[in-house]
């Protein structure tokens, strides 16, 4: 098997393997995934030691009573950090981390029930029974980590010892859960995605059938009625019956991913197009500019059409990495650039924005619009931050799904920039990294050098390549309005296309130069998102840009700024426009920032979309046609 997160049994693109896929130090990403490995996954390892939630596997093993320690899904933190540290090793080979996932593996092993169960708060004399909490409890959603976990981890090393654990566990489920047995779905969606690549790695067809039965089962009633209503679990509709995600985002992304890999091995078309629907509509009418979803504090969930307000957005990072997870499955299924363009969006404004620049403090969610500077935090006993909604990146949290989500797909980023098929090499995403597949026997193997995304330029240069036509095809972002393209120094000519092909017989030293339009862009938004109405954002390449309340005068507020049409300017990277104080008048020439850059300088009040000041429109970029 080859080491990398989703290898569809057939697909229209086939993704490459972290091994063939690897981001260079040097660059944007490659410098991210250099933290990740040296801090984030260890600090993760250390926080869950210190809380015990590690420890609960011990007592679980031991048979001894015990008070369980961390939510009903702190196991699943556990096993997605095992997930983040096999990608590492796929990515860079072998490091202190790997003793640390044989260590979590042992203990976790130790703690499986003799028919495969595995949950640390459920099923002993003292604790409440099994399955006796379907909205709530997680026990499924956690299965569903520990087998991508232990596919990871398979995929990685090549060793069974989390594998096997993983193969009792789904063949419980499917005991428990098949065809005229339990009728129950989990309130939290996640193990669909993982049975699928069970099936994918071991050739079980009845991980993919169970699969296709959760999928199916959704939506048809059997959780129950609670207060943010069946949607919340996406327990209204049946998923071929919906045309937008809706409930709590982070399930419904989880889901749809699920039903992708379903869709795909199966050959539901039906399925897969409904699937397209929802993806349409959500992007057009539920999401943030910044690629974020879920706009409800209090259910973590998207709201109805349009309801966007920038100072009550959640977009909870584990719904970034989720909306990712959807958006591949659907891209690889399809070869359609906008799902790669999503992506990009999300990669650079909500997980690049969550994580602290040591590696160890996180936003959990990512506001539009920080109102007030936040310097004060709600602790608990432990030192942990007890919600996630602060305007500063916390160090841990009660609820910390999103730093081992934020470390297992930066992990495994390398496996998100390029596909491959029959006639060539497809790049999704510009990073510095090299990237190598085989077409019919020869190797084809590229340089890509950019210092995206503060610059358009991108050098990809052939290292090998077959001697035969083969192609190299480039996604053209929805966002650069004036896309170049050279081979060896010459123009190239290209359509308006989303996307760029070039197919010749290549040469080692053959370079191909990218430069895409980063020149700053006015975005308006659309008249019926009412709580944004008159104001405007900046963006830059794939940032949006934010304006950051330590940036302007000492006797402002934030919210005296307006934006003076027809003054923004760039230079030598740098943002800037000048902003006029709303009652005086008073005007300033202020940086912009990216957004992933805020509350990097300490405390700030923050905004994305700005009021525009009265004045003659500001004259822009044509749109690509």
Sequence with gaps: MSALPVQPSHALLQPLSLPQARLVDEGFWGRLQSVNRSAVIPHAVEWMERLGWVANFDHA??????????REFADSEIYKIIEAVSWEHARSGPSALDGIAEDLIRRIAAAQEPDGYLHTLFGRPWQAPRYSDFTWGHELYCFGHLIQAAVAHHRAYGGRSLLDVAVRLADHVCVMFGPGRLNRVCGHAGIEVALVELFRTTGEHRYLDQAALFVERRGTGTLPLIEFGRAFAQDDLPVRKAEVLRGHAVRALYLAAGAVDVAVETGDHDLLEALKTQWD?????????????????????????????????????????????????????????????????????????????????????????????????????????????????????????????????????????????????????????????????????????????????????????????????????????????????????????????????????DTLKLTLDMRPRVTRPDHRIDAIRGCVAVQRGPEV????????????????????????????????????????????????????????????????????????????????V
């Design 281 to 509: 509509n959500t992007v057009a009418r539920r999401t943030y500019i910044t690629g974020g979803m879920g706009s409800h504090h209090m259910d973590e969930a998207f709201g109805e059409d349009y309801v966007l307000p920038p100072d009550r957005s959640y977009c909870e990072t584990c719904a970034g990495v989720a909306s990712i997870m959807f958006s591949w499955r659907l891209l690889l299924a399809t070869g359609e650039p906008r799902y790669a363009d999503l992506i990009e969006r999300t990669l650079y404004n909500i997980v690049a924005t969550s994580l602290g620049e040591d590696g160890r403090s996180f936003f959990y969610a990512n506001t539009l619009h920080q109102r007030h500077p936040n310097s004060e935090v709600p602790l608990n006993d432990d030192g942990v931050c007890i919600r996630g909604g602060s305007g500063r990146r916390q160090t841990w949290y009660e609820v910390s799904c999103c730093p081992p989500n934020l470390a297992r797909t930066l992990a495994s980023l390398g496996g998100y920039l390029a596909t491959t098929t029959a006639d060539g090499i497809q790049i999704h995403q510009y990073a510095s990294s090299a990237l190598g597949t085989v077409v019919d026997g020869e190797p084809f193997e590229l340089a890509v050098a950019t210092d995206h995304p503060y610059s358009g330029v991108v050098t990809i240069t052939v290292r090998k390549a077959p001697p035969r036509p083969v192609s190299i095809r480039l996604r053209d972002p929805e966002w650069s309005a004036d896309t170049r393209l050279s081979l060896n120094g010459e123009p190239i000519d290209r359509t308006t296309d989303a996307t760029m092909v070039l197919t010749r017989t290549w040469h080692a030293g």
């Design 545 to 624: 840009l934010a304006l950051e309340s330590i940036d302007l005068p000492a006797s402002w507020e934030l919210e005296d700024a307006t934006l003076m049409p027809g003054t923004i300017t760039a230079a030598n990277q740098s943002i800037a426009a000048t902003v006029r104080h709303h009652r005086s008048g008073e005007a300033h020439t202020v940086p912009l920032i990216a957004y992933r850059a805020w509350a990097r300088r300490g405390p700030s009040a923050m905004r994305i979309w700005i009021p525009e000041a009265s004045g003659p429109g500001e004259t822009m970029p044509a749109p690509k």
């Design 61 to 70: 093993a031991s048979g001894t009573r015990y008070e369980h320690r961390g």
